[in-house]
């Protein structure tokens, strides 16, 4: 696989910006004041690590994976998912580490041993929890989505891969599944597959998405759009509205070097996504550190980097292994205002 420079990078995305009809090019983090500062959560990780976390609709919890490598003897996979609540719910958030419970490992019902198990979302309800999972079942992998329900005594079911709809293709990778809700239209669930585009095409990482009818998820349709389609190398797209405001965040990975933030907007008038695109200003790219999630609603977004570690290992390494992430946040608003102070769009 080509490994792009941060320029080479870059220029790419510029080029592409301007074949999809974008009003302007890429704006760097080198070009806009750094007026966005994540602010770390103080989530008690033990410096074990916390990575792509999902923020449940009530802020009281956080679920996460954590890699082994790191040293957390629970972890029986490269990767497990574990949960941390808050002891003070109605406190400020996110309040102190004291506010929030140690990490607690899901138990053997979702996590799998000897697989990656990462990138949960949780419904808004708080009763479905989806995931990636490498663990080895018909028709899936080899990494595939997967969901487990919580019970009434407050356990976990068994987990299941997601059957029907081409969520899951044997041989295929599957990974990052989320909603994308955009005004005026249908609720659909959008994931990442690397796939072939067509009949003897060759694999490529595409954004599809799907939707359920009577419960039966219907046949995933790749997300065709000019602007999503320029930027290469997409591991996680996110879309959020506030205040008629619609921001899309794209995650972009370079397979070994870095994960990194590129914000792009929604037009309601052509239905299409716009630029241009701007880099988030804490990007760093030599630290790996994106893959965010918005709370349902909107009022936050989370995710996790390693900014305070240093270079370090990058998820999706050599057997499944990861660096030392810690959690961040910003609220949204703030989010969506500096990408629109930037783009000169809004």
């Known amino acids: 696989m080509s490994k792009l420079s941060r320029r080479s990078f870059l220029e790419s995305l510029a080029v592409a910006a301007a074949a999809a009809g974008s009003p302007s090019l890429v704006v760097s983090s080198a070009q806009a004041a750094a007026s966005l500062i994540p602010r770390k959560l103080p989530v008690p990780t033990d410096n074990l690590g916390a990575y792509e976390p999902t923020l449940s609709a009530d802020g009281n919890t ?148 799907t939707h359920q009818v009577d419960g039966v998820w219907q046949k995933a349709e790749r997300y065709a759009d000019r602007l999503l389609d320029s930027i290469a190398n997409k591991c996680r797209f996110n879309t959020v509205t506030k205040d008629g405001f619609t921001l899309g965040v794209v995650s972009v990975h370079d397979f070994g070097k870095f994960h990194t933030l590129l914000f792009v907007h929604y037009d309601p008038n052509s239905k299409q996504w716009k630029g241009p695109i701007v880099e988030a200003p804490f990007n760093d790219w030599s630290i790996d550190g994106a893959c965010p999630h918005f709370q349902a609603g909107g009022d936050r977004m989370i995710w996790a980097a390693g900014y305070d570690h240093g270079p370090d290992l990058i998820s999706g390494s050599t057997g499944g292994a990861g660096g030392n992430y810690d959690l961040f946040w910003l609220p949204t608003s703030e989010v969506i205002a500096y990408y629109k102070a930037r783009a000169g769009v809004g």
């Open 62 to 209: 956080i679920y996460f994976a954590r890699f082994a490598n790191i040293g957390d003897k629970r972890v029986k996979g490269p990767s497990d998912i574990f949960v941390v609540n808050r002891i003070k719910p109605g406190a400020e958030w996110p309040g102190a580490a004291e506010d929030w419970s140690p990490p607690e490992r899901l138990p053997d019902t979702v996590n799998a041993d000897n697989a990656i198990d990462q990138e949960p979302w949780i419904t808004p309800d708080g009763k479905t929890l989806y995931f990636m999972s490498s663990r080895k079942a018909e028709g899936v992998g080899p990494n595939g989505i997967w969901f487990t329900q919580k019970q009434a005594d407050g356990g976990w079911s068994q987990a299941q891969p997601v059957r029907g709809g081409d969520v899951n293709i044997a041989d295929l990778v599957s990974h990052c599944f989320f909603p994308i809700e955009i005004p005026g239209e249908p609720t659909r669930f959008n994931f990442v597959g690397i796939r072939p585009r067509g009949p003897g095409a060759p694999p490529s990482a595409d954004i599809y998405f």
